[in-house]
């Protein structure tokens, strides 16, 4: 057994005391690390429904079911590039706020929410041309509900930017200080955008 | 007199490793072993339980003892002595639990191995060749109906063929209406379950029993003489293959004193191979819930001599025999008619058998 | 000086009694986290007693071998129930009320970081709890277990089901949102000068929880969507007759499921961390130690799933794989089983309700800990899938873990709380008829699996009645456990004598402002005088510290006030406040 031989420095009640020092900001802005996190949770649902995706894709003798229709792909083609340019688009909306000009902010989210509508309008179009509904077969089934959940998302993403659309007519409300609002669409929409690739290699090219 | 602490500490561990080598030898908790299966799950969980019994003692131990010996006397409200941690002992109590862990899982595989459960017959190739068609290059102008129809053999299906090739099996299993998986790699494969314990791997089981679960009721069928029956029979000391699936929902297979279950699932075909020691009579029970009549669903399972599974087997025979003369056509009989034979076997009420028509919709 | 007077003449409390709220507040949507901590933790005790009461009707069917109290259909719905309100709003919601409350003032914080979402959580918890309860009165509540394995769950009872489905999707998208919430606020809103070193280990814990609920919560729901549309669309992603596997929907739901029982317990076991400590007046062991096992359980955690799973059709190696991670998570959890018993070992044990509750914890969780790592190995686990035996497990995990670590955070944080102490006497009663009751109630229940009673069954063979009905007596025996508390509660939160700041000499933040706390938590922004553990340190120099193995002079082998383990107040942090940026 030792007996005592304790460095001083740490038995001493020495814990430094810094004077409290004011908060920087009285509320302290975190939201954009919070919607990071939420949207990893949202990333793990899809992740989950991939998995799924990929599981029944292997118990099927044939994937697709024998005598699902076939899926055009022009159509998803152009609505990927219209849907993966838009990212492009709404990152120069979040360039434009950082240097504090709304107009050219506005105009670039005005592009990025056309192009998400257009983008709509053409999965829509697609759903109404398909030949198979949404419990003709297993992978009939998983296309709907895959395309039709990320849609969904696109749809929230949409109205997210046309929602900071509407707020930014009141002059001042966005700045190069302050905004969150622009910067978390492009956040949001970047995701949808990520989550779409994955889903067009798993739905139409794998 | 002052013992000191080494010596107790030694006393005490003296006395938690004989009253824990004791325990895991009579402890009186498991039913008896009835097959060569069984016996070796028992000697790993005698070993587990030994373990377990020393931690438990060790743990219980050591908190009652600082509860009594430490705990505040009257009117002193000083602290304790300042006592941060210790790397050493920290290392030595993430050492042990982790090579009694290790140890446990060795011997948790090779009991598993011995019983059977990396028989190969589980275990399929992944289809190789199919991936490199569908390059995704080559699949973007490709549409999907082009993807090569997968050509490998389905060990599900073969499964299922080979079980409705018996006129019994077919009919009661409405395999026909449950597409089969397909048996790839991962979450699809054939429901892999134990099989033939290395030793007796590559020979044939002496006897196969195909197995139908179905709410609320198991049905088995002996391919080899076409008997359908409500309980299951087998002879003493033959190795048993036992194939099974459900045709509703998952029910699951299990006989306490094999130390087996298995699920049976519908659109899956899952084996298990075993050799009956101990003559006697045992319950075989589901062991999944599938119902309301979940716990009404267990039946006889009867380990017998070969003498007497012989007439058994022959009783039965006369028995079929004499429904066909009665039932011509059973083709035209609901399966809840067609069944109510069997059925009634099983002491399960009447109105557990209109649950049967969610076997067909 | 001792350590507490240090840490709190260093952060005088304020002078007028701050902290009274209208009772009409508690009802309101409130953004105090002290309100929604509150909110959370009344309301899932209710929840508790409604999940209790249909326990004990689940025991008083099983009292005997036929069925004679309920049909077989409504007991199904009894247990499937029972176990959704205890899991879904009772113990997980409770793990978030208690780091509600707790959190902020640990780290000096005014509040949450995002005060509104925190009560949006909150007020998803009651509809969705009514919701479930609802379906008892439209007569069809669900009834295929809280697994809801398929195809089962989609031939019975349809509109009970999709009521499950829903209210449970509520119930995890309200846990993602408090999960973000802890998450940001450890991270983000310590006070200047607390390293994540210097945090209470509550907040590891909290740490380790929500990135698990982060992870594995969206994963359950992505599970229920596809349920759901099976359910209501007429897919057939888990349906066989139509080409779907229902082994898909296992593997996703165990892939939050399992997760989740450390959702259950890793609060608890941060609470326990917090409790053993104070009343035993001595440092915890390892610090360090027991926060990173925090982190290495909830990784684990993630990838040990298919043990639910053995006997349902997963290739033999895959079953290997898991049961080796599996029984690995045993290591960090001896960990901190150990670190607890060496923390308790050599103190001064005031052994009030709260320390009881905390060391009958670590007794009872010990017991399912060692037979969750039984049923882990594969070839017993094929025998006892299933049976009572997995329903002994999990009731001494989560009753005698979580139930038993809520109880003593109850009885450690009233006085914080509300201002008043328990009454000790009653306290006691309640801790030696629960600690009876429970070992009563689901000791029995090992025997009763590995004999052959299966789980689930409304009727059983006869041979089992005996020891089901000393399962039932011990049931009963819980619920009148539970009237002592209540009572106890309620008379001492009107009528208890007054608690003061600090009734129990702690040193961690919560008790260095008044009681309950003000509005914003604390006048000033708080300091740490002292660590979150330092007890004894003023007699560092007479006590003799007397540890095997150990040598002062190193730090990597000290036991003392330079071990390497301790919540290191590092000068070089302590005086930097931009390491939390
Ligand atoms: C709080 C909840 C909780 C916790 C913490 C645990 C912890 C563990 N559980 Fe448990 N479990 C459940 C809740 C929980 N479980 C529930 C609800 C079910 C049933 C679900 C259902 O089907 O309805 C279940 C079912 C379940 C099964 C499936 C059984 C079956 O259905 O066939 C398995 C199998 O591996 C398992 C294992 C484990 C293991 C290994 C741990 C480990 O984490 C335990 C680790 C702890 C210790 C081991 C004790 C302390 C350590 C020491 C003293 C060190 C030395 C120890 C050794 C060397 C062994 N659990
Ligand atoms: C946190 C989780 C938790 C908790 C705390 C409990 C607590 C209890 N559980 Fe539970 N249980 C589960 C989680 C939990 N259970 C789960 C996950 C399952 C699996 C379900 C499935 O298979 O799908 C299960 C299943 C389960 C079964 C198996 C059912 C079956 O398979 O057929 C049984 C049987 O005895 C049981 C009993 C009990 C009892 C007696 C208590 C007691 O400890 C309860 C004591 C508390 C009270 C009694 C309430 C307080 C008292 C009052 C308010 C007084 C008024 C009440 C009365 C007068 C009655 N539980
Ligand atoms: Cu069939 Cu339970
Ligand atoms: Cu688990």
Same mark, same amino acid.
């Given at each position: 057994?030792?007996?005592?031989?304790?460095?001083?420095?740490?038995?001493?009640?020495?814990?430094?005391?810094?004077?409290?020092?004011?908060?920087?900001?009285?509320?302290?802005?975190?939201?954009?690390?919070?919607?990071?996190?939420?949207?990893?949770?949202?990333?793990?649902?899809?992740?989950?429904?991939?998995?799924?995706?990929?599981?029944?894709?292997?118990?099927?003798?044939?994937?697709?079911?024998?005598?699902?229709?076939?899926?055009?792909?022009?159509?998803?083609?152009?609505?990927?590039?219209?849907?993966?340019?838009?990212?492009?688009?709404?990152?120069?909306?979040?360039?434009?706020?950082?240097?504090?000009?709304?107009?050219?902010?506005?105009?670039?989210?005005?592009?990025?929410?056309?192009?998400?509508?257009?983008?709509?309008?053409?999965?829509?179009?697609?759903?109404?041309?398909?030949?198979?509904?949404?419990?003709?077969?297993?992978?009939?089934?998983?296309?709907?509900?895959?395309?039709?959940?990320?849609?969904?998302?696109?749809?929230?993403?949409?109205?997210?930017?046309?929602?900071?659309?509407?707020?930014?007519?009141?002059?001042?409300?966005?700045?190069?200080?302050?905004?969150?609002?622009?910067?978390?669409?492009?956040?949001?929409?970047?995701?949808?955008?990520?989550?779409?690739?994955?889903?067009?290699?798993?739905?139409?090219?794998? | 007199?002052?013992?000191?602490?080494?010596?107790?500490?030694?006393?005490?561990?003296?006395?938690?490793?004989?009253?824990?080598?004791?325990?895991?030898?009579?402890?009186?908790?498991?039913?008896?072993?009835?097959?060569? +299966?069984?016996?070796?799950?028992?000697?790993?969980?005698?070993?587990?339980?030994?373990?377990?019994?020393?931690?438990?003692?060790?743990?219980?131990?050591?908190?009652?003892?600082?509860?009594?010996?430490?705990?505040?006397?009257?009117?002193?409200?000083?602290?304790?002595?300042?006592?941060?941690?210790?790397?050493?002992?920290?290392?030595?109590?993430?050492?042990?639990?982790?090579?009694?862990?290790?140890?446990?899982?060795?011997?948790?595989?090779?009991?598993?191995?011995?019983?059977?459960?990396?028989?190969?017959?589980?275990?399929?190739?992944?289809?190789?060749?199919?991936?490199?068609?569908?390059?995704?290059?080559?699949?973007?102008?490709?549409?999907?109906?082009?993807?090569?129809?997968?050509?490998?053999?389905?060990?599900?299906?073969?499964?299922?063929?080979?079980?409705?090739?018996?006129?019994?099996?077919?009919?009661?299993?409405?395999?026909?209406?449950?597409?089969?998986?397909?048996?790839?790699?991962?979450?699809?494969?054939?429901?892999?379950?134990?099989?033939?314990?290395?030793?007796?791997?590559?020979?044939?089981?002496?006897?196969?029993?195909?197995?139908?679960?179905?709410?609320?009721?198991?049905?088995?069928?002996?391919?080899?003489?076409?008997?359908?029956?409500?309980?299951?029979?087998?002879?003493?000391?033959?190795?048993?293959?036992?194939?099974?699936?459900?045709?509703?929902?998952?029910?699951?297979?299990?006989?306490?004193?094999?130390?087996?279950?298995?699920?049976?699932?519908?659109?899956?075909?899952?084996?298990?191979?075993?050799?009956?020691?101990?003559?006697?009579?045992?319950?075989?029970?589901?062991?999944?819930?599938?119902?309301?009549?979940?716990?009404?669903?267990?039946?006889?399972?009867?380990?017998?001599?070969?003498?007497?599974?012989?007439?058994?087997?022959?009783?039965?025979?006369?028995?079929?025999?004499?429904?066909?003369?009665?039932?011509?056509?059973?083709?035209?009989?609901?399966?809840? +008619?067609?069944?109510?034979?069997?059925?009634?076997?099983? +002491?399960?009420?009447?109105?557990?058998?209109?649950?049967?028509?969610?076997?067909?919709? | 000086?001792?350590?507490?007077?240090?840490?709190?003449?260093?952060?005088?409390?304020?002078?007028?009694?701050?902290?009274?709220?209208?009772?009409?507040?508690?009802?309101?949507?409130?953004?105090?986290?002290?309100?929604?901590?509150?909110?959370?933790?009344?309301?899932?005790?209710?929840?508790?007693?409604?999940?209790?009461?249909?326990?004990?009707?689940?025991?008083?069917?099983?009292?005997?071998?036929?069925?004679?109290?309920?049909?077989?259909?409504?007991?199904?719905?009894?247990?499937?129930?029972?176990?959704?309100?205890?899991?879904?709003?009772?113990?997980?919601?409770?793990?978030?009320?208690?780091?509600?409350?707790?959190?902020?003032?640990?780290?000096?914080?005014?509040?949450?970081?995002?005060?509104?979402?925190?009560?949006?959580?909150?007020?998803?918890?009651?509809?969705?709890?009514?919701?479930?309860?609802?379906?008892?009165?439209?007569?069809?509540?669900?009834?295929?277990?809280?697994?809801?394995?398929?195809?089962?769950?989609?031939?019975?009872?349809?509109?009970?089901?999709?009521?499950?489905?829903?209210?449970?999707?509520?119930?995890?998208?309200?846990?993602?949102?408090?999960?973000?919430?802890?998450?940001?606020?450890?991270?983000?809103?310590?006070?200047?000068?607390?390293?994540?070193?210097?945090?209470?280990?509550?907040?590891?814990?909290?740490?380790?929880?929500?990135?698990?609920?982060?992870? %594995?919560?969206?994963?359950?729901?992505?599970?229920?969507?596809?349920?759901?549309?099976?359910?209501?669309?007429?897919?057939?992603?888990?349906?066989?007759?139509?080409?779907?596997?229902?082994?898909?929907?296992?593997?996703?739901?165990?892939?939050? %499921?399992?997760?989740?029982?450390?959702?259950?317990?890793?609060?608890?076991?941060?609470?326990?961390?917090?409790?053993?400590?104070?009343?035993?007046?001595?440092?915890?062991?390892?610090?360090?130690?027991?926060?990173?096992? %925090?982190?290495?359980?909830?990784?684990?955690?993630?990838?040990?799933?298919?043990?639910?799973?053995?006997?349902?059709?997963?290739?033999?190696?895959?079953?290997?794989?898991?049961?080796?991670?599996?029984?690995?998570?045993?290591?960090?959890?001896?960990?901190?089983?150990?670190?607890?018993?060496?923390?308790?070992?050599?103190?001064?044990?005031?052994?009030?309700?709260?320390?009881?509750?905390?060391?009958?914890?670590?007794?009872?969780?010990?017991?399912?800990?060692?037979?969750?790592?039984?049923?882990?190995?594969?070839?017993?686990?094929?025998?006892?899938?299933?049976?009572?035996?997995?329903?002994?497990?999990?009731?001494?995990?989560?009753?005698?873990?979580?139930?038993?670590?809520?109880?003593?955070?109850?009885?450690?944080?009233?006085?914080?709380?509300?201002?008043?102490?328990?009454?000790?006497?009653?306290?006691?009663?309640?801790?030696?008829?629960?600690?009876?009751?429970?070992?009563?109630?689901?000791?029995?229940?090992?025997?009763?699996?590995?004999?052959?009673?299966?789980?689930?069954?409304?009727?059983?063979?006869?041979?089992?009645?005996?020891?089901?009905?000393?399962?039932?007596?011990?049931?009963?025996?819980?619920?009148?456990?539970?009237?002592?508390?209540?009572?106890?509660?309620?008379? %001492?939160?009107?009528?208890?004598?007054?608690?003061?700041?600090?009734?129990?000499?702690?040193?961690?933040?919560?008790?260095?402002?008044?009681?309950?706390?003000?509005?914003?938590?604390?006048?000033?922004?708080?300091?740490?005088?002292?660590?979150?553990?330092?007890?004894?340190?003023?007699?560092?120099?007479?006590?003799?510290?007397?540890?095997?193995?150990?040598?002062?002079?190193?730090?990597?082998?000290?036991?003392?006030?330079?071990?390497?383990?301790?919540?290191?107040?590092?000068?070089?942090?302590?005086?930097?406040?931009?390491?939390?940026?």
């Amino acid at each position: 057994m030792q007996s005592q031989t304790i460095d001083p420095a740490k038995t001493a009640l020495n814990y430094h005391h810094t004077e409290a020092e004011a908060h920087h900001e009285e509320h302290p802005d975190h939201r954009i690390t919070g919607l990071i996190m939420f949207l990893v949770a949202e990333g793990m649902i899809f992740f989950g429904m991939f998995g799924a995706y990929l599981a029944f894709r292997s118990v099927l003798p044939s994937w697709p079911p024998e005598g699902t229709p076939e899926l055009e792909l022009l159509l998803p083609g152009v609505n990927t590039i219209i849907l993966i340019s838009s990212s492009f688009v709404i990152h120069n909306a979040d360039t434009a706020i950082k240097k504090n000009d709304v107009p050219r902010m506005r105009t670039w989210l005005a592009i990025t929410a056309a192009m998400g509508a257009i983008f709509l309008a053409g999965q829509l179009y697609e759903y109404s041309n398909l030949e198979f509904g949404l419990t003709t077969n297993l992978f009939a089934s998983a296309f709907y509900v895959l395309t039709g959940f990320h849609g969904l998302h696109v749809f929230i993403g949409l109205v997210a930017i046309l929602a900071v659309l509407w707020r930014s007519r009141v002059s001042g409300h966005y700045s190069n200080e302050k905004h969150f609002g622009v910067e978390a669409a492009e956040i949001y929409w970047h995701f949808v955008d990520v989550v779409w690739i994955v889903l067009f290699g798993l739905l139409y090219i794998l | 007199m002052n013992i000191p602490s080494s010596i107790w500490t030694l006393i005490v561990g003296i006395a938690v490793t004989i009253i824990s080598l004791w325990y895991g030898q009579n402890h009186g908790l498991l039913p008896t072993a009835a097959s060569d +299966e069984a016996e070796l799950v028992d000697g790993l969980f005698n070993a587990m339980l030994t373990i377990s019994t020393g931690l438990f003692l060790i743990v219980e131990g050591a908190l009652i003892y600082s509860a009594v010996r430490f705990r505040r006397r009257p009117g002193d409200d000083s602290d304790g002595p300042p006592i941060f941690g210790n790397i050493p002992l920290e290392i030595l109590w993430t050492a042990i639990p982790a090579i009694l862990v290790i140890g446990i899982a060795i011997y948790s595989f090779d009991v598993y191995n011995s019983i059977g459960g990396f028989n190969p017959h589980g275990v399929h190739e992944a289809p190789i060749g199919e991936q490199a068609v569908r390059m995704p290059g080559a699949a973007i102008a490709a549409t999907l109906s082009d993807t090569p129809p997968n050509t490998d053999s389905n060990l599900n299906q073969q499964k299922s063929d080979a079980a409705m090739q018996d006129p019994a099996t077919a009919k009661v299993r409405n395999a026909d209406q449950i597409p089969q998986r397909q048996n790839a790699p991962g979450v699809g494969v054939v429901s892999p379950s134990i099989g033939a314990s290395p030793d007796q791997e590559g020979t044939s089981p002496a006897l196969t029993i195909n197995v139908t679960g179905l709410q609320y009721a198991w049905i088995f069928t002996y391919p080899d003489t076409g008997i359908t029956s409500g309980e299951l029979h087998v002879p003493v000391g033959r190795e048993v293959q036992i194939s099974m699936t459900a045709n509703d929902v998952i029910h699951a297979f299990w006989v306490p004193e094999l130390r087996l279950k298995q699920d049976a699932i519908p659109g899956r075909q899952s084996e298990i191979r075993f050799t009956p020691r101990t003559v006697g009579e045992y319950k075989l029970i589901c062991a999944e819930l599938c119902g309301p009549y979940h716990g009404a669903m267990n039946t006889q399972f009867v380990i017998e001599t070969p003498e007497a599974f012989e007439q058994w087997q022959q009783e039965q025979i006369a028995n079929t025999d004499s429904q066909q003369l009665v039932a011509v056509n059973s083709a035209d009989l609901s399966p809840a +008619e067609f069944l109510a034979p069997y059925i009634s076997d099983l +002491e399960i009420q009447p109105e557990m058998l209109h649950q049967i028509h969610h076997t067909h919709h | 000086m001792t350590q507490a007077q240090l840490q709190e003449s260093a952060n005088p409390a304020q002078s007028e009694e701050h902290g009274v709220r209208k009772w009409r507040d508690y009802f309101s949507f409130n953004t105090d986290h002290k309100v929604i901590g509150i909110q959370y933790l009344v309301t899932t005790f209710i929840f508790y007693c409604i999940g209790g009461v249909l326990a004990d009707l689940v025991r008083t069917e099983l009292r005997t071998p036929e069925t004679d109290f309920v049909s077989p259909e409504v007991y199904n719905s009894l247990f499937t129930l029972h176990a959704t309100i205890m899991i879904f709003l009772w113990i997980v919601p409770a793990g978030a009320g208690f780091a509600n409350y707790l959190i902020p003032l640990m780290i000096g914080a005014k509040d949450m970081a995002f005060p509104r979402l925190n009560a949006v959580a909150f007020w998803m918890i009651p509809p969705a709890g009514l919701l479930l309860i609802s379906s008892l009165l439209v007569g069809d509540a669900p009834d295929a277990g809280w697994t809801s394995y398929p195809p089962l769950s989609l031939v019975t009872g349809q509109v009970g089901e999709a009521i499950w489905i829903m209210s449970v999707l509520l119930l995890g998208t309200s846990s993602i949102l408090g999960a973000i919430n802890f998450l940001v606020t450890i991270w983000k809103m310590r006070i200047p000068g607390m390293t994540v070193y210097q945090m209470p280990l509550f907040c590891w814990a909290m740490i380790a929880t929500s990135a698990i609920t982060l992870l %594995s919560t969206p994963v359950l729901a992505g599970a229920l969507v596809l349920l759901g549309f099976d359910l209501l669309a007429g897919t057939t992603f888990f349906n066989p007759t139509g080409g779907g596997d229902p082994i898909v929907y296992q593997h996703m739901f165990w892939f939050y %499921s399992h997760p989740a029982v450390y959702i259950m317990i890793l609060p608890f076991f941060g609470l326990i961390s917090e409790i053993l400590p104070v009343h035993a007046r001595k440092p915890v062991f390892g610090y360090q130690a027991i926060a990173y096992s %925090s982190l290495a359980i909830s990784f684990l955690g993630l990838i040990v799933w298919a043990h639910h799973m053995f006997t349902s059709g997963i290739p033999g190696w895959l079953r290997m794989f898991f049961m080796i991670t599996t029984m690995i998570i045993a290591v960090p959890t001896g960990i901190k089983v150990f670190s607890w018993v060496a923390t308790v070992w050599g103190g001064k044990l005031r052994l009030n309700s709260a320390m009881l509750f905390a060391m009958g914890f670590v007794g009872t969780f010990v017991i399912g800990g060692i037979s969750g790592v039984m049923l882990a190995a594969v070839p017993f686990d094929i025998h006892v899938h299933d049976t009572y035996f997995v329903v002994a497990h999990l009731h001494y995990v989560l009753f005698g873990g979580s139930v038993l670590g809520i109880f003593a955070g109850y009885y450690h944080w009233f006085p914080k709380i509300t201002g008043r102490m328990l009454n000790e006497f009653w306290g006691k009663v309640h801790f030696a008829l629960t600690i009876v009751g429970l070992n009563l109630t689901f000791l029995p229940m090992h025997k009763l699996g590995m004999m052959g009673m299966n789980r689930r069954i409304a009727v059983y063979d006869p041979k089992f009645e005996t020891i089901n009905f000393i399962c039932t007596m011990g049931s009963y025996l819980l619920a009148v456990s539970t009237f002592p508390f209540i009572i106890n509660a309620i008379w %001492s939160w009107m009528y208890g004598s007054k608690a003061g700041n600090n009734p129990w000499q702690a040193l961690t933040l919560e008790w260095m402002t008044t009681s309950p706390p003000a509005i914003e938590n604390f006048d000033k922004l708080p300091v740490l005088a002292t660590g979150p553990y330092d007890y004894g340190m003023s007699n560092a120099d007479d006590e003799e510290v007397e540890v095997p193995l150990s040598d002062e002079r190193e730090p990597a082998l000290a036991a003392g006030p330079n071990s390497a383990l301790r919540a290191d107040p590092d000068p070089k942090f302590a005086a930097n406040p931009e390491d939390r940026k």
